[in-house]
C-alpha cells in the first residue's frame, strides 16, 4: 500500500507542467491575440472574439462567444472601457468563474500602458459616447504593445508557474524584435516629423504622438458621434486653413463624408487601419505597423504633405 502511494507520488512529481495542457486564452481583439501569440507560443491556443476590420467598441454579440469564453482559462481585455459596449453580459453569460473581472484568469491588458486623453474634470454625456477614462486606443504605440506583452506574459507565468521561463524568454525576443522595428519606422517617418493629418475616430494619438504627426481634428464630432454637417464644414474650413492633406479613416466607418471632406479640400483620403487583421497584410502586432507606415509615407510623398 504504502509502494503503491509513493510510486502515485512520485508520478506526480515527474508530471510537466505542459500535462497541465495549453492554456486556453479568449481575446477581445486581434491585436490582443496577436501579442498573446507572441509570449505564449505553444504553450497556449488563442483566439480573438473581434475581427481587426470591425469596430471595437461596437462588436456584434454572438451566441458563439459565450460556448468560447465558457471554456476560456484565459480573457484578455483591451480595457479602458473599449468593449464596455458588448462584452460584460457575454462575460456574465459565460458563468466561468475564472474569467469574471477581478478573477484569476480575467487581464486588463492596458494596465501599464501609456494612456492619452484622460479626463481631468468630470465626464459627461457632452464629451462623446466612448473614451470615459481616457484613450483605450492605446496598442497603437509599440512602447505599449511592449508593455502590454509584459501584462499577459507576466498573467500566463502565474497561472503556468512550469511553464516561466518559456514566456519570460519569448517576451524578450518579442520586445527586442519589436525594438529593432520601431527604430526602422521612426527612421522611415523621421523625414515627415509634423505631418498634420485628420482622423475619422480617435484611433491613432498614441501612434501620432510615437510617430510625430500632428492630429489638427477628427471627423467625428465627438468619440462616438456620427459626422454632422457643421462639423464638417469647420473641420473642413480648418483644413484649408491650416493645409492639412491626409484624412485616415479606420476600415469600418463609411467612407462618404471623409470622401466628400477630401473632394472639398484636395486631401488624400487613406484607410488605415487600427487593428491586426484591418486588412490582411497587418497579419501580426509588427505587420500593423510596417503596413501603416508604408502606406503614411506613400502618401506623404503623394500629397507633398507637411
Ligand atoms: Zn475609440
Redesign the pocket.
Known sequence: MKQTWLLLVALFAAVPASAQGKLNVITTTEDLAAIAREVGGDRITVEAMARGYQDP?FVEAKPSFILKLQKADVLVVVGRD?EIGWLPPLIQQSRNGKIQPGAEGYVDASQQAQILEVPTTQVTRAMGD??RLGN??CWMDPENGKRIGKEIADKFAQLRPGDRAVFTQRLADFSSRLDAAEKGWLAQLAPYKGTKVVTY???FPNFAERFGLDIIGYVEPK?GIPPSPQHTLDLQEEMKRQNVKLVLVEPYFDLKTPNAIGRATGAEVLVMPPSVGGVKEASDYLKLFDYDINLLVQAIKKVGAK
Open positions: 467598441h473599449l466612448v473614451h483605450p486606443h475616430h480617435r484611433s468619440p
